[in-house]
C-alpha cells in the first residue's frame, strides 16, 4: 500500500491517491471520514483558516456502493479558501508584479532553505505547499485505515500529554475516550486543562505560538506486526519515519523511551507470564508495558504507545528577525495567518499516521485482496498464537 499527497494550502484542492488497499471494505466518506477532517479542524488555539474551511472528501475512484473495489482510491478536498486566492494562486504567467511577493523568510519553517533548493524568490512558492494544510491528506488516508483496522477489532486513541510544559497528571484510561472528545485540549486532566486554556489565550495576545507533548495509542494488535529480520520493516522504525516527515515533528519516543533512558533494565523491561489465554493478548502476558507494544521492531500484543514531540508554530504574530531575500536587508519575518498551537490537532492526525503505517503492516502480514481472507488469515494466526 502506498499513497501520494498533492495541493497547496490556498490552492483549489488537495488530491489524493492511495493505493493497494485491499477490496470489500464498507467505506462511507460521510461517516468514516468526514469525522475525522473535523475533529482535525478543531483543538483550542487553532487559527481563523479553521472557520472558513469545513474539511470533507470526495471519492474520485475505487469505492463504489459503499465499498472499496480494490481499484486506486482517489481523494479530494476542496480549499473552500482558495475563492479568496484567486489571483495571488493564478496558475498562467502574467501578472506576478500584482502578487505580493512574499521575500522574508520565516525562522523555523521550509521558506529560506525551500527557496534555496527550489530558485524560488517569492516564499509564497515554497509555504504553499510546506503548510501543514497537507495534513487534511493524511487524515484521509488514515480514516480510511482506521476503517480496516476497526474491522480487525483494533482501536486507537489519542490526547494530549503535556502543552507548553503544562502536564497532564491524570494517566490515560480507555474509558475515558468521550472525556478527551469533550476536551478543547483532548486532555484528561481538567485542571492541566484549564491552565493549557489561559497560557493559549497568552501565547496568542502575546503574538507567539506554543507547542506540547501528545501520545497516541492502539490496543488489540496481534504480536508479530512489524519485523526483527529486515532493518527497513521494524515497525518502530516506519512509525518514527511516518511520524517525523509531518509538518512541526521534532521528536519521536515509543513509550516513555527518554524516560526509561535513565532507569536499570529491571525497571523497564516487561516480564512474561503464561497464564489462561485472554482474547487479546492469548498466554502469554505481561504486567507492565515499558515497551510501549513494540519489541525488536514488532508489536508484542500490549498496547502500542508513541509519543510525539511537536515544536511550537514557527509562523509568530511578533516575528523573529531574519533576512529579505531580495533585498538581503534585516526584515521582520513575514506574518501569515496561523494557530497558535496546533497540539491537540496533532493527536488527531498522528492517530491517522499510525493508522496507515499499521495497516500496511497487516497487509504485509496477510496480505490479501480482500478484507475477507485477511479476516481468515488473522483468525488462523491467532488460533497458532494461542498453541504457541
Ligand atoms: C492549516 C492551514 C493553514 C494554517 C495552518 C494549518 O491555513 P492558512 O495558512 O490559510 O491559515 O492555518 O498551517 C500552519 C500553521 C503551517 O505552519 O503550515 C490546516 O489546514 O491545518
Keep these: 500500500m502506498r499513497y501520494l499527497t498533492a495541493g497547496e494550502s490556498h490552492g483549489p484542492q488537495l488530491t489524493t491517491i492511495l493505493e493497494g488497499f485491499p477490496s470489500q471494505v464498507p467505506l462511507s466518506a460521510a461517516e468514516d471520514i468526514n469525522p475525522w477532517l473535523e475533529k482535525r479542524q478543531q483543538g483550542y488555539g487553532r487559527g481563523r483558516r479553521m472557520q472558513i474551511e469545513k474539511d470533507a472528501v470526495e471519492f474520485l475512484s475505487g469505492v463504489r456502493a459503499g465499498r472499496t473495489t480494490g481499484a486506486p482510491i482517489t481523494l479530494q478536498i476542496i480549499n473552500k479558501d482558495h475563492q479568496n486566492w484567486l489571483e495571488i494562486m493564478d496558475v498562467t504567467a502574467g501578472n506576478e508584479p500584482r502578487k505580493k511577493a512574499l521575500t522574508a523568510a520565516r525562522p523555523g519553517h521550509a521558506d529560506l532553505v525551500g527557496g534555496i533548493k527550489y530558485r524560488h ?3 509564497r512558492d515554497v509555504l504553499e505547499r510546506a503548510s501543514a494544510r497537507e495534513t487534511a491528506s493524511r487524515v484521509a488516508v488514515g480514516a480510511i485505515a482506521l476503517k480496516f483496522l476497526s474491522e480487525l477489532g483494533v482501536r486507537g486513541a489519542n490526547y494530549v500529554d503535556r502543552l507548553a510544559g503544562i502536564a497532564s497528571a491524570v494517566p490515560f484510561d480507555w474509558d475515558k475516550l468521550e472525556e478527551i472528545e469533550v476536551s478543547p485540549v ?14 493559549i489565550d497568552q501565547a496568542k495576545t502575546d503574538g507567539d505560538t506554543l507547542g506540547g507533548i501528545l501520545e497516541v495509542r492502539f490496543r488489540n494488535l ?7 529480520t529486515h532493518w527497513d520493516r521494524k515497525l518502530d522504525g516506519r512509525i518514527a519515519h ?9 521528536g519521536v519516543e515509543i513509550g516513555r523511551a527518554f524516560a526509561n533512558a535513565d532507569l536499570p533494565g529491571s525497571s523497564v523491561h516487561d516480564a512474561v ?4 489465554s485472554v482474547p487479546t493478548q492469548g498466554h502469554y502476558q505481561r504486567d507492565t508495558n515499558g515497551a510501549g507494544g513494540l519489541e525488536a521492531g514488532m508489536t508484542n500484543g500490549e498496547d502500542l504507545i508513541v509519543r510525539v514531540a511537536l515544536k511550537p508554530i514557527a509562523t509568530l504574530m511578533k516575528p523573529l528577525p531574519t533576512v529579505d531575500v531580495v533585498t538581503h536587508q534585516a526584515a521582520d519575518a513575514a506574518r501569515e495567518r496561523s494557530d497558535t498551537t496546533a497540539v491537540p490537532a496533532a493527536g488527531v492526525i498522528f ?6 503505517v499499521l495497516t500496511e503492516a ?13 479476516k481468515e488469515r488473522i483468525l488462523e494466526y491467532q488460533r497458532f498464537v494461542e498453541q504457541y
Excluded at 507470564?273 to 489462561?276: A, L, Q
Design 242 to 250: 511516518a511520524i517525523m516527515a509531518t509538518q512541526a515533528v521534532k
Design 362 to 374: 497487516y497487509l504485509e502480514k496477510f496480505g490479501a485482496d480482500t478484507l475477507p481472507e485477511i
Design 222 to 228: 496481534v504480536p508479530g506486526l512489524g519485523s526483527y
Design 273 to 276: 507470564y503464561y497464564r489462561d
Design 186 to 199: 483532548r486532555c484528561l486532566d481538567k485542571n492541566a486543562a484549564e491552565q493549557m486554556i489561559a497560557r
Design 121 to 123: 524568490k517569492d516564499l
Design 351 to 356: 492517530q491517522c499516521v499510525i493508522a496507515t
